[in-house]
């Protein structure tokens, strides 16, 4: 072994190389214009009808990007979902509010909002306040987001990210003003508040799809893309693998036995 490569892991390089070339390869693909399919998502379908009803009442969207840092992916997910929902709000000439409990979040999502008004050229609808900080306190945050909901009463509300307890809170607060509700979160214990509360719900890794969908980004498309194929790899792998050892187990082939043991090496953990 040296300082860069344990060679007793060689399996996990090699699973490595070809899930991150498989990725790369879909990237390539869909750069030199082939198309990727994804499945519709009514949750992603209602979001420009709720929009378009949002500004013409003159209401505002709402866009809670979840209670974490930039160093949880559920967060980054929810910046992708929020650049093209900040696109449609600004070329409608509506106004978006994101409240944010982490001051990085904030600085992201504010060039992202600010980006997205200027590029609908109405950068006079654009208003620094328009994307806060509330509070790194979790019952703070909820107390200020849910009374802001009250007193705006927003056409729209999308709760985007990784929320813990606060997530029934902020549903409820968005239900009894009458807000069209979206939300998306890959945390199966908040997922239940969400569904009870909100008109649509992305899950799991509809979430993570979200952006990509609605960004329509090749980059993005091509990575969903490989790591789709990634997935029905590794389903057709444990399908082998649990036929071949079964084989082995039952009839005692010495060429199933040593297969068996070809898919223990490649696939062992340490």
């Known amino acids: 072994m040296n300082s860069y490569v344990d060679l007793q892991h060689w399996n996990i390089l090699l699973i490595t190389v070809v899930l991150t070339s498989l990725i790369a390869w879909s990237i390539w693909r869909t750069r030199s214009g082939h198309s990727v399919s994804l499945r519709k998502f009514a949750a992603l379908d209602a979001i420009s ?13 709402f866009f809670v990007p979840g209670v974490r840092d930039l160093d949880n992916m559920q967060t980054v997910a929810a910046l ?37 008004y ?3 050229g109405r950068e006079d609808l654009w208003d620094e306040e ?9 019952l703070g945050f909820v107390a200020r987001v849910d009374g ?3 007193r705006e009463k927003p056409g729209l509300c999308l709760f985007m990210g990784f929320f813990a307890s606060e997530s029934l809170l902020l549903a409820e607060g968005g239900y009894h003003v009458g807000a069209v509700q979206i939300a998306g979160t890959a945390s199966p214990v908040q997922l239940p508040f969400f569904v009870t509360a909100c008109d649509h719900t992305l899950i799991g890794e509809e979430f993570f799809a979200a952006g990509a969908s609605l960004e329509n980004d090749p980059h993005m498309l091509g990575s969903l893309h490989g ?39 490649l696939f062992r953990a340490g």
């Open 49 to 61: 009808d709720a929009v378009a009803k949002a500004v013409d009442s003159g209401q505002t969207v």
């Open 80 to 116: 992708s979902v929020l650049a093209p929902v900040a696109a449609e709000v600004a070329t409608r000439g509506g106004r978006i509010f994101v409240p944010t409990s982490r001051s990085m979040v904030m600085d992201s999502a504010r060039d992202i909002c600010r980006q997205a």
């Open 118 to 120: 200027a590029e609908a």
């Open 130 to 138: 328009m994307v806060t900080y509330i509070s790194d306190d979790q």
């Open 148 to 150: 802001l909901i009250a």
């Open 227 to 265: 790591q789709d194929l990634g997935k029905r790899l590794a389903i057709v792998c444990i399908l082998a693998g649990t036929v071949i050892v079964t084989l082995a187990e039952v009839t005692g082939l010495d060429v199933a036995s040593r297969l068996g043991d070809a898919f223990f090496t």
